[in-house]
C-alpha cells in the first residue's frame, strides 16, 4: 500500500454512519474518542475559566474580587475538573482510545461496548459534579481533607464526591480494556518489544488506574458515609482519625499523577521518534521505566504527609523511595535527548511542543526532588512552590504532550491539516505564558505564601501580578488551537496517510482510517520506529 | 531580602533557617544545571541535526548500555547524597533540644491562641526571646489547621484530637509572619498573624507588662481541685488512682502488659478516654471528662501535672481539705469554662 | 511499508463471535482476563476499607474485640456455609455448560440465586437485630454499647461493619442480577456449549463475592470469641 496518496478516501469512519445515534451509541473506538475529545475540552475551558477568576482575584493582596466563600470554591472547582475531568481522562480517553488499536494492528479494543459505557459513566459522573456546581459548589479543595469535608463543610460535598466515585469507573473500565488489549490483540509479528512506546505507556498507565481508582472509590464511600449517616470513621470526637483520611487519598492520588503524566511521556516518545526519524534510545529502558515508575509510584504518597504528623521513620522511608521514583523519569529524558543525537530533525509544531515538554518536565521533575528532601519540605509544603512544582510537570508537561500528540495525529484523525503558521504562534504563547505565570510561583513558594489564600502579605503583589499576567498570555494560547483547528475541518490542506513520513502502523492506513482501522490484518517483521530506507511522505 | 520591590527570598531569622537555605541554593544550581544541559544539547542537536531534505531519516542507533548505566547511577548518586543531606537537616528539626520554652498553641477556625505557660494568653501573635529554643505544643479545636512561620522555615499541622509540636530557636529580633497553611475554611486566608522575635531585656519587660491571670499551672491546680481530680488522685498513694507526682516523662506499664511514656498525649488521653489505657494495678474505674473540660482547660491540667514534683508543688489556689475519707460526692458544679 | 496476509473471513464462525476479534479462542481468553482484571480492582476496593478496619483495630484492640462478641455467630456462620455451598453449586454450572446440558446449567443457577437470596435475607435479619440492639452508628439514631466506656471506639467499629457487610451485600446483589441474565441467555439458547464464557466469568465474580465474605466473617464475627459477658 502506497503512502504517498494524498487524498480523503470515500468512505472512512467518519462518514460511515451519520445519524446522531451512530454518533453516540458508537462502538467504534476512534469516534469514542472523539466525544471524549469533546467532552474533555469543555471541562479544560471550564476549569480554565476558574483559574482566570483565580489570577484575576490573585492580582490585588486584598480579597476584593471574590467573597472567601466562592474563592474557596473556584479553585476546589478548578482543581476537580481539571484533575477528574480533564487531566486523567485527557490522553487516555482521547488518543489512547482512538490510536491504541491502530498502533498494534487491531480492529478495535477489546471491549468496545464496554469502552461506549465508559463514556457514558464520565457524562453521569461529570452531571453529578456540575450539579454539585451550581447547588452549592464545593469548598473543600480538591483534596478533601477531613474533618472539614466530612463535619465543617456547608457545600454539596456528597454530590460532588459521588460525581468523582463514578467517574473514577471510567478510568478503571478503560484501564481494563487497554490492559486486555494490549495482551490479546496485537496484531500478528507485533510483539511486546515491538510495541510503540505510547502503547507501553499507556499499558502502565492502565495498571495504575485498575490498581490505585479503586482505593479512591472507598475512600469517597467512606467520607460520603461520615457526611450522610454520621459515622465517625474520621472525626477525633468519636475517636476517629483524621490522617487515615490522608492516607487512603494519596494512596490513591499520587500514584494518579503518574496518571496524568505517562500517556503525556508515551507522546513524547512518538514525536521526538517521528520527528528525528529515529529509533528511541534505549527503547527497553524507556519500556521499563513506564512500568518501574508505576510501581515506585504506588509507595511514596507519604511524601505528601511530611508535615502530617506521621512518624519520623515513615517519613524517611518515603522520602527515600520519592527520591528513586525520579530516576526512571530522569532515565527518559536523557534517552530523549540522547534520540535527538544524529537524528533528521524537523522544526514541526508537535516537536516544538515535545521539546518544550522536555524542558519543562526537567524542571518540574528536578523540583520534585525539592520535595522529597524532607528537610526542606517543611518549608514548602503547602506554599506556592508546591503548586508550581505540580503545574510544571501536568501543565508544563501533560498538556504540552496533550497539544503536541493532537497537533501530530490531527490528520490522521481528520485527514486535514492545520494553520501551519497560528499553530507555531500559539505554542510559542503557550511557551512564553506557561513561565510567566508559573515560575515567580517558586519564588513565591520559597517566600512562605501559603496556597489557597486570596489575600496575601502586600510584599508577595508583584510576584502574583507577573504570574496572572503570564496567564492571559496562556489562555489566548490554549484557545487559538479551537479556532485553527475548527478552521482546518473545512479549509484545511489534505493531509494524506502519512503527512509526516513517520513510521507506525497507524500511517500505514488512509487519514481518516477506515472504520475497520485495516483492510487486511498487518503482519509486523519490523521494530517500532525503524526507519529502513528513505520515507516518502507529503513534503511540508 | 528584596531586590528592588520584588522580594526574592525570606528572611532567615532561626538557626534552622541558614540550614535549610543551602540545601535549597544546591538543588537551585542542580536543577539550573540539568535543565540548561539538556536544553543546550537539544538546542545543538536542533541545529546541528535539521533536517535537510524531505525524505531524509536519522541514523540507525538502538542504545547504549553504558550510557544508560552512567545516567541512571549517577543521578541515584546524587539523589542519596541529597536524601542524606536533607534527612540530616530533618532529624535536627525533628528533635528538640532537652530545654525549651514550651507554648500551648490552639487553633480554631479562624484564629491562633497562644498560651504561655507563666499565664499570659495572646491571640494571632506570638513574643518570643531572641536566642532561646522555643517549642510550640499544637492542637485544634475543629479542623485541621497548620502553623507556618516562613522566616523560621519551620510547618506542622494541628490536628483535633491530638497534640503536634513543632521547635526554633529565633535569630534575630523582629516580626515575622505566621500563616495557616493547611486549608481550613472560608477565612482560611485570614488565619494569619506574626511572631514577635524580642531581645532578652525586652521580652523580660514585655513578660512583666502582661495581665498576670496566673500561669498554666496554677490554673491547672485551681481546675484540678474542681473537678474533684485530687479526690483519687492523692499524693500519699492512698488514692485509688496512680499517684501524680514526678510520673511526667516516665514509662508506665499498663493493665494490657505495653508500656506507654507519660507525655501530653497520655495525659490527655486519660482525661478523656480514661479507659483505653489503664496503668496496670488500678482498676478501670476513671469517669471520662469529655466534654467537662475545654482544649484550654486540658493543657492548664497538663502543665500541672507536670509540675508535680516532691521537691517543688505548685501551690493551687484554694488549700487542700481531703484526708483518706475525701468527699466522693463532691457538690455538683457548673464545668469552668475558659474560652 | 507491507501488509500481510488477509484473514480469511470464515462463513460458519460462531455467531457469538464478534467482529473486532479474529477467533472465538481470542474473545474467549479476552473475557476472561478483562474479568480477572475486574476482579483485581474490587480487591482494592473492598482492601481500602480492610485497611481502616486493621488501622483502628490495632488502635483499639479491646473495643473492637467487645464489639465482635456482641454480634451472634449463628447467622453469620449459617450464612458463611450458605455462600460456601452456593458457590459450589454456581461451579456444578459452569461445569454443566461445559457440556452443553442447558436444563442442568439452568438448575444449578437457580439453586445459587436461591442460596444467594437466602445469604441476603439472613443478612437482612442481621441488619434488624442492630437495629434493636441499638448498634447502628449515626443516622440519627442513638448508639448504645453495653460497656459505655468503649462506646465511641465500638461505634468505629460498627460503621466498618455495616460499610463493609454492606458493600458486601451490595455486590451479591448485582451477582443475582448477573444470574438472572445468565439464566435468560440459557433458556434462550445463547449460551451453547461452543460459546459459554459469560457462564465462566460469572462463576468467577460470584466466587470472588464468597472470597469476600470469607475474609469479613472472621474479622468482623470472630475476633471476640475470647470476651465473656458477664
Known amino acids: 500500500m502506497s503512502s504517498s496518496t494524498v487524498s480523503i478516501p470515500s468512505t472512512h469512519y467518519l462518514n460511515n454512519g451519520t445519524t446522531l445515534k451512530s454518533w453516540l451509541l458508537t462502538k467504534d473506538h476512534k469516534r469514542i474518542g472523539l466525544l471524549y475529545l469533546a467532552a474533555v475540552t469543555f471541562f479544560f475551558m471550564l476549569g480554565g475559566a476558574f483559574a482566570v477568576a483565580i489570577r484575576l482575584e490573585l492580582v490585588t493582596p486584598a480579597g476584593d474580587l471574590l467573597s472567601d466563600a466562592n474563592y474557596n470554591k473556584a479553585f476546589t472547582l478548578h482543581g476537580v475538573i481539571m484533575v477528574f475531568f480533564f487531566l486523567i481522562p485527557a490522553i487516555p480517553s482521547v488518543l489512547g482510545n482512538f490510536l491504541i488499536p491502530l498502533m498494534i494492528g487491531a480492529k478495535d479494543l477489546a471491549f468496545p461496548k464496554l469502552n461506549l459505557l465508559s463514556f457514558y459513566i464520565y457524562f453521569v459522573g461529570s452531571l453529578f459534579t456540575m450539579y454539585a456546581m451550581v447547588s452549592g459548589g464545593l469548598d473543600t479543595g480538591w483534596t478533601f481533607y477531613t474533618p472539614f469535608s466530612t463535619v465543617a463543610s456547608t457545600t454539596a460535598v456528597v454530590p460532588a464526591a459521588l460525581g468523582i466515585f463514578i467517574n473514577g469507573f471510567s478510568g478503571i473500565l478503560t484501564g481494563l480494556n487497554f490492559i486486555v488489549t494490549i495482551h490479546r490483540m496485537r496484531a500478528p509479528g507485533m510483539t511486546w518489544f515491538r510495541l510503540p512506546l505510547f502503547v507501553w505507556s499507556h499499558y502502565a498507565t492502565s495498571l495504575i488506574q485498575v490498581l490505585g481508582t479503586p482505593v479512591l472509590a472507598i475512600t469517597i464511600v467512606l467520607v460520603a458515609a461520615e457526611r450522610i449517616f454520621g459515622f465517625g470513621l474520621f472525626n477525633p470526637a468519636v475517636g476517629g482519625d483524621p490522617v487515615l483520611f490522608q492516607h487512603l487519598f494519596w494512596f490513591y492520588s499520587h500514584p494518579a499523577v503518574y496518571i496524568m503524566i505517562l500517556p503525556a511521556m508515551g507522546i513524547v516518545s512518538e514525536l521526538i521518534a517521528a520527528f528525528s526519524r529515529k529509533q528511541v534510545f534505549g527503547y527497553g529502558f524507556v519500556a521499563f521505566a513506564s512500568i518501574g515508575i508505576a510501581v515506585i509510584g504506588f509507595l511514596v504518597w507519604g511524601h505528601h504527609m511530611f508535615v502530617s504528623g506521621e512518624s519520623v521513620y515513615a517519613a524517611l522511608v518515603f522520602s527515600f523511595l520519592s527520591f528513586l521514583v525520579a530516576i526512571p523519569s530522569a532515565v527518559k529524558v536523557f534517552n530523549w535527548t540522547a534520540t535527538m543525537y544524529k537524528g ?117 503583589q508583584v510576584l502574583n501580578v507577573l504570574s ?73 | ?60 542507533i538502538h542504545g547504549a548500555m553504558a550510557l544508560e548505566i552512567i545516567w541512571s547511577v549517577i543521578p541515584l548518586l546524587i539523589c542519596f547524597g541529597i536524601f542524606a543531606w536533607a534527612t540530616d537537616i530533618f532529624l535536627a528539626m525533628s528533635r528538640p533540644p532537652a530545654e525549651t520554652m514550651n507554648v500551648y498553641v490552639v487553633g480554631k477556625q479562624w484564629m491562633w491562641k497562644f498560651q504561655h505557660l507563666d499565664g499570659q494568653r495572646e491571640i494571632n501573635e506570638l513574643h518570643v526571646p531572641v536566642g532561646r529554643p522555643v517549642k510550640l505544643i499544637m492542637t485544634s479545636e475543629d479542623v485541621i489547621h497548620d502553623v507556618s512561620v516562613p522566616a523560621f522555615r519551620v510547618k506542622a499541622d494541628v490536628i483535633p484530637g491530638r497534640y503536634s509540636h513543632l521547635w526554633f530557636e529565633a535569630t534575630k529580633a523582629g516580626e515575622y509572619h505566621l500563616f495557616c497553611a493547611e486549608y481550613c475554611g472560608t477565612r482560611h486566608s485570614g488565619m494569619v498573624g506574626r511572631v514577635v522575635v524580642m531581645e532578652p531585656d525586652d521580652y523580660q519587660a514585655w513578660l512583666a507588662g502582661g495581665v498576670q491571670e496566673g500561669s498554666l499551672a496554677s490554673s491547672g491546680g485551681k481546675l484540678f481541685q474542681d473537678l474533684a481530680c485530687n479526690t483519687c488522685h492523692r499524693p500519699d498513694a492512698q488514692g485509688r488512682g496512680p499517684v501524680l507526682q514526678n510520673l511526667f516523662g516516665k514509662q508506665v506499664s499498663l493493665e494490657s502488659g505495653e508500656t506507654v511514656v507519660v507525655d501530653e498525649a497520655y495525659i490527655r488521653e486519660s482525661i478523656l478516654m480514661p479507659r483505653t489505657k489503664v496503668t496496670a494495678g488500678f482498676q478501670p474505674i476513671m ?42 460526692n463532691t457538690p455538683a458544679q457548673t464545668p469552668p469554662s475558659r474560652n | ?202 462463576g468467577l465474580y460470584w466466587h470472588f463475592v464468597d472470597i469476600v465474605w470469607i475474609f469479613l466473617f472472621p474479622l468482623l464475627y470472630l475476633i471476640g470469641r475470647h470476651v465473656h459477658h458477664v
Open chain 1, 344 to 460: 533528521s530533525l524537523s522544526w514541526e509544531i508537535p516537536m516544538l511542543y515535545a521539546v518544550g515538554f522536555i524542558g519543562l518536565f526537567a524542571i518540574g521533575g528536578l523540583t520534585g526532588l525539592f520535595l522529597a528532601s524532607i528537610g526542606l519540605d517543611v518549608h514548602l509544603t503547602d506554599t506556592y512552590f508546591i503548586i508550581a512544582h505540580f503545574h510544571y510537570v501536568m501543565v508544563g508537561g501533560t498538556i504540552m504532550a496533550y497539544l503536541g500528540g493532537l497537533h501530530f495525529w490531527w490528520p490522521k484523525i481528520t485527514g486535514r491539516m492545520y494553520n501551519r503558521t497560528l499553530g507555531k504562534f500559539s505554542a510559542a504563547l503557550v511557551f512564553v505564558g506557561f513561565n510567566l505565570t508559573f515560575f515567580p510561583q517558586f519564588v513565591l513558594g520559597y517566600l512562605g505564601m501559603p496556597r489557597r489564600y486570596h489575600a496575601y502579605p502586600d510584599e508577595f
Open chain 2, 1 to 60: 531580602m528584596r531586590s528592588g520591590t520584588i522580594p526574592l527570598f525570606p528572611e532567615a531569622a532561626s538557626t534552622m533557617a541558614s540550614r535549610v537555605d543551602g540545601l535549597y541554593f544546591f538543588l537551585v544550581g542542580l536543577t539550573a544545571f540539568f535543565t540548561i544541559l539538556i536544553a543546550v544539547l537539544i538546542a545543538v542537536f536542533m541545529v546541528k541535526y535539521k533536517r535537510r531534505t524531505p525524505n531524509e531519516i536519522g541514523a540507525r
Open chain 2, 287 to 328: 469517669p471520662t471528662f469529655q466534654g467537662l473540660v475545654s482544649e484550654e482547660g486540658l493543657l492548664e491540667l497538663i502543665e500541672y501535672v507536670k509540675s508535680l514534683k516532691t521537691d517543688s508543688q505548685v501551690q493551687a489556689v484554694r488549700p487542700n481539705t481531703g484526708g483518706p475519707a475525701a468527699n466522693e
Open chain 3, 1 to 202: 511499508m507491507s501488509n500481510g496476509a488477509a484473514v480469511a473471513h470464515d462463513p460458519h464462525h460462531n455467531p457469538n463471535l464478534a467482529h473486532h476479534f479474529e477467533s472465538m479462542e481470542q474473545q474467549t481468553e479476552a473475557s476472561i482476563l478483562g474479568m480477572w482484571v475486574f476482579l483485581v480492582t474490587e480487591i482494592l476496593f473492598f482492601g481500602g476499607a480492610l485497611m481502616a478496619y486493621m488501622v483502628y483495630r490495632s488502635q483499639y484492640p479491646d473495643a473492637f474485640a467487645l464489639a465482635s462478641s456482641h454480634i451472634a455467630i449463628l447467622p453469620g456462620a449459617i450464612n458463611t456455609a450458605v455462600l460456601i455451598l452456593s458457590s459450589l453449586t454456581m461451579a456444578l454450572a459452569v461445569h454443566a455448560a461445559q457440556t452443553g446440558e442447558r436444563t442442568k446449567i439452568m438448575f444449578f443457577i437457580v439453586i445459587t440465586m436461591i442460596l444467594g437470596a437466602a445469604f441476603l435475607g439472613i443478612k437482612a435479619y442481621e441488619y434488624y437485630e442492630k437495629y434493636e440492639e441499638h448498634f447502628i452508628p449515626g443516622m440519627g439514631l442513638q448508639f448504645i454499647f453495653p460497656e459505655p466506656e468503649y462506646q465511641q471506639n465500638a461505634q468505629i467499629f460498627f460503621s466498618i461493619y455495616f460499610v463493609l457487610t454492606g458493600l458486601h451485600a451490595l455486590h451479591m446483589i448485582i451477582g443475582l442480577g448477573i444470574m438472572t441474565w445468565m439464566f435468560i441467555w440459557v433458556k434462550n439458547g445463547t449460551i451453547t456449549s461452543e460459546y459459554f464464557a459469560p457462564i465462566e466469568i460469572s
Open chain 1, 468 to 540: 496572572s499576567a503570564g496567564a492571559s498570555v496562556l489562555a489566548v494560547g490554549y484557545l487559538l488551537p479551537l479556532f485553527y483547528f475548527a478552521l482546518s475541518l473545512k479549509y484545511g490542506e489534505i493531509a494524506g496517510d502519512n503527512p509526516w513520513g513517520a513510521v507506525g502502523l497507524e500511517w500505514n492506513t488512509t487519514s481518516p482510517p477506515p472504520t475497520e482501522n485495516f483492510p487486511v490484518t498487518p503482519v509486523v517483521t519490523w521494530d517500532a520506529y525503524e526507519y529502513p530506507t528513505p520515507v516518502e511522505g507529503h513534503v511540508v
